[in-house]
């Protein structure tokens, strides 16, 4: 043994690097094992590692991702769903990035949409006119996305949903809070407005007659309605 250790010291740099090549060549599951521990106890340096050799050979590696793809559609869209449920945040950044990069090409594309669709768009509007005369809450279910568009610009909280809605109603037996009415339609009312800071979530919404709605506008001058409901 004594003999091995003393020719340790004589073996040059190269010689070590041939050893350790044919010794990974000889043990790939031992290689693959070893570099996963590493990817998990030194996780920055393979993120900076990987940062850097990306930016090295950024467009092989674009072009080799997207040719997978391409060869992978059905997968890849499974896994885009998969991320996008779990990433909801993440999703909604990029998609305002990516709305504020091509906003004026949007919007261009949807006035040129509009002035050589007149007759489709006006037979929309028809039709939305129509269901609003057979079910007096499509409004409000426009106005759930719409308050929650408003919301989200405003960096609020904004988590109602239709069964929220239908819910709260239910709960409010289909009555304004804030008078006891029983209108043909009910509007959602935030009781504190989503202008004053008020959250678009089911804490935050009652029901209310047009007449309480329109009376009450962004102001809280009428206060938190007469018939609350802890939900
Ligand atoms: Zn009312």
């Known amino acids: ?10 073996r040059t740099a190269e010689d070590i690097r041939t ?15 070893i570099k996963r521990k590493y990817r998990l106890t030194h996780k920055e340096q393979t993120a900076q590692e990987w940062r850097v050799y990306y930016q090295a050979n950024k467009e092989h590696l674009k072009a080799k991702a997207s040719a997978y793809k391409k060869a992978h559609l059905q997968a890849t869209a499974k896994s885009k769903r998969k991320y996008n449920a779990a990433n909801p945040e993440r999703v909604s950044e990029w998609k305002k990035a990516d709305y504020q990069r091509n906003r004026e090409v949007r919007i261009a594309t949807v006035r040129r949409y509009a002035s050589t669709h007149k007759a489709e ?54 009555r304004c809070a804030y008078c006891g009415a029983k209108p043909k339609r009910l509007d959602q009312e935030h009781v504190i407005p989503l202008a004053k800071g008020g959250s678009h979530t089911v804490e935050n919404i009652v029901p209310s007659c047009p007449i309480c709605n329109s009376r009450k506008g962004t102001r809280i001058l009428l206060g938190p309605p007469p018939v609350r409901l802890m939900l």
């Open 1 to 10: 043994m004594s003999c091995y250790n003393g020719n340790v010291g004589t």
């Open 19 to 33: 050893y350790t090549r044919l010794w990974q060549l000889a043990h790939p599951e031992r290689v693959k094992a």
């Open 121 to 174: 768009i006006s037979e929309a509007h028809r039709i939305y006119k129509q269901q609003r005369k057979a079910d007096p809450d499509v409004r409000a279910k426009n106005a759930i996305h719409s308050s929650t568009r408003r919301a989200r610009k405003l960096s609020l909280p904004a988590t109602f949903t239709d069964d929220q809605w239908k819910a709260v109603k239910k709960v409010y037996n289909y």
